[in-house]
């Protein structure tokens, strides 16, 4: 019993259960045969009814067909599968094993029992018993899925009275049929794939799993009506950019609930995980840009084994900041925000994510406002790098509190500038906005004067300041996607603030979060590093589309409304000035690009900087005149 000391008893006992039925299979496959044949029931025999030599000639021929049979099924490993996984290769197994036991039973009645003049039943019975034993054993091992395919068939064939959810699969791949797998072996009990389709018309009538494919993605939406589709599946991981957002911007113009496939690079390649990895489809998935690519070596150089310090630490673009510099290791990472709830959240989840040997991080409460309290925390931890994301950065409450968003951009970025320089940090990195070339509100000339204050201190210190500009961030706090949601979820309207013409650029968290640490690595302090945006969106579009994720009919279900601009508000935004365009350089990142300084007087500007400072805490009625006289853009 050696063979079988590897089994656990559970998996023996099936192994048992096998052999015997295999055995009965065998036994009963030769003994029906003979009595159809003596009964006149196969093309050929004669009904003469069963003899007394017949139950004899079984009788010898019994004891041999078993061992045969064990013995076949041993050598050709019918009982160490695991029968649940098996597919077609374990039924030619089967089918092989059957012939060769019936082809030495052959053999042996010839040689052996013949002479004994025991039967006279023709040897064509063999050949009935070997199409019976083939069938049984295959049985035996499929019957089971194949009754509980059956079930799910028939419960299919009365889904819409079973109220089981109608599934359209995009995309006829692997994954396409992972997703049909995943559903029709019942992980989702409440879905029922009814159609395939895809880009390639080739693939035009024919099936994947019994599932229909239908070429032509054009026809999305009028399948989707015709087949009364409850819930579309996008199931291309590895379609380009330009394919997939093309299919995402098709399937938004149906009624449907959207879920998508993230890329192969994200999931699994089991198919049978297929379904338990698809998502709900966001309005990020509509950028679909080329996927961000880092010189991660580079990035390593700077922030390996480095004290790293994240002011702004808790919001949506410090937090992912956060997240991705966790990566590469640093010794100690900070987290310094006025608000801590936020902070609170990152600081669990980073540390649930890295042990204490792997990452050393502290919060530390605080406002860049308060110089002291900036002293205390370099004093204690002496930062090597530090990422500037503090600010107050909505547009609409800037304005009616100007002299607030000077104190927290201005002073704030000042203070940490020179703490930075006293304290010997190796590079200074300020977080700054689009909105801050030719400002049309107080927020962007605010933004303004930082860039240009990190900029003069690059002139005058051994520490590198850089400045790292980029536009709109999908899903970051207070951010037209968080508004027209909550407009959403209340029934509507959507408000669009302007004309239906008013674009934007955005990208995603992760997206800007990235670019931020490749462009930082560059190293080339006192320059304005810009992030390749991609192509500006209309808000119209935006609407449409959130809309649309959220089930509901634009203009149909929920309005969209036009209101006047809010005091600040541009048609559009630019994320170079004229008089850096002259100058800009492409980076060795495709995505990240260098404008030279622009020629200044810093003696003059830390002049005007200083007398804006004071009627921020003394006169803050005249803030908005020295913004003015200090970025004279600013309009």
């Not at 069938?135 to 499929?142: D, E, G, K, P």
């Amino acid at each position: 019993m050696k063979l079988f000391k590897f089994f656990s008893r559970e998996r023996l006992g099936k192994i048992f259960l096998y052999m015997a039925a295999d055995v009965i299979v065998v036994l009963f496959s030769v003994l029906f045969s003979m009595i159809v044949w003596r009964q006149g029931f196969v093309p050929g025999s004669n009904i003469i009814g069963v003899f007394e030599s017949d139950w004899m000639w079984f009788a010898h021929i019994a004891a041999f067909a078993s061992v045969l049979t064990l013995a076949a099924n041993t050598v050709f490993r019918l009982y160490d599968n695991l029968w649940k996984y098996a597919s077609i290769d374990e039924i030619i197994k089967i089918f092989v094993s059957s012939t060769c036991v019936f082809i030495l039973l052959f053999f042996y009645d010839v040689l052996f029992i013949e002479p004994l003049e025991l039967n006279d039943v023709s040897r064509r019975m063999y050949f009935i018993a070997w199409v019976l034993n083939s069938f049984l054993v295959t049985f035996s091992r499929f019957g089971y899925r194949f009754v509980k395919r059956l079930a799910i068939l028939i419960s299919h064939a009365i889904s819409s009275k079973a109220g089981l959810k109608r599934v359209m699969v995009v995309g006829a791949s692997y994954s396409g049929y992972g997703v049909i797998r995943g559903i029709k072996q019942e992980r989702v009990r409440d879905r029922i794939p009814v159609l395939v389709v895809d880009a390639d018309t080739a693939k035009n009538n024919t099936s994947i799993m019994g599932v229909r494919v239908v070429g032509g993605l054009e026809q999305i939406p009028q399948l989707a009506e015709k087949y009364e589709i409850d819930e579309i599946v996008i199931a291309m991981p590895t379609a380009e950019p330009e394919e997939l957002r093309n299919a995402v911007d098709i399937c938004t113009g149906t009624n449907c609930l959207l879920k998508i496939m993230p890329p192969i690079s994200d999931v699994t390649a089991d198919a049978k995980a297929g379904y338990s990895y698809l998502r709900d489809v966001n309005i990020s998935d509509l950028l679909y840009r080329e996927e961000v690519k880092l010189d991660t070596k580079n990035i390593n150089d700077y922030l390996r084994n480095k004290v790293v310090i994240v002011t702004g630490g808790g919001g949506s673009i410090g937090s992912e900041l956060c997240r991705q510099i966790a990566k590469f290791s640093p010794s100690k990472l900070i987290i310094f925000d006025i608000y801590e709830n936020n902070a609170f959240e990152l600081l669990n989840e980073l540390g649930d994510k890295y042990n204490k040997n792997e990452l050393n991080i502290f919060f530390r409460l605080g406002s860049v406002r308060d110089k002291a309290r900036l002293r205390e925390v370099f004093t204690e931890f002496k930062p090597h790098v530090v990422f500037h994301a503090a600010a107050h950065k909505h547009v609409s409450i800037i304005e009616e509190n100007q002299a607030e968003a000077v104190k927290n951009n201005c002073v704030g970025t000042q203070n940490l500038a020179k703490i930075s320089d006293e304290f010997g940090a190796e590079r200074f990195v300020l977080i700054s906005s689009d909105k801050a070339v030719n400002p049309a509100n107080a927020y962007g000339a605010t933004k303004r004067i930082a860039e240009l204050l990190v900029q003069g201190m690059a002139a005058k210190s051994k520490t590198k300041f850089m400045v790292v500009r980029f536009g709109n961030v999908l899903g970051s706090n207070g951010s037209v996607l968080h508004l027209f949601k909550q407009q959403i979820a209340a029934g509507g309207p959507v408000k669009i603030t302007g004309s239906p013409d008013m674009v934007r650029y955005f990208m995603t968290i992760p997206e800007a979060a990235q670019l931020v640490l490749q462009a930082t690595s560059l190293g080339q302090s006192g320059k304005i590093l810009v992030l390749d945006m991609g192509t500006p969106i209309k808000i119209l579009d935006l609407a449409k589309k959130v809309i649309q994720l959220s089930g509901y009919k634009p203009d149909t279900d929920i309005k969209i409304i036009y209101t006047d601009p809010r005091p600040g508000d541009k048609e559009y935004e630019e994320l170079i000035m004229e008089e850096e365009k002259t100058n800009m350089q492409v980076t060795l990142h495709k995505k990240v690009f260098i404008t030279k300084p622009i020629e200044m007087d810093y003696e003059k500007f830390e002049r005007q900087l200083a007398k804006l400072c004071n009627l921020a805490e003394k006169k803050p009625s005249e803030v908005n005149g020295m913004l003015r006289e200090m970025v004279p853009n600013y309009v």
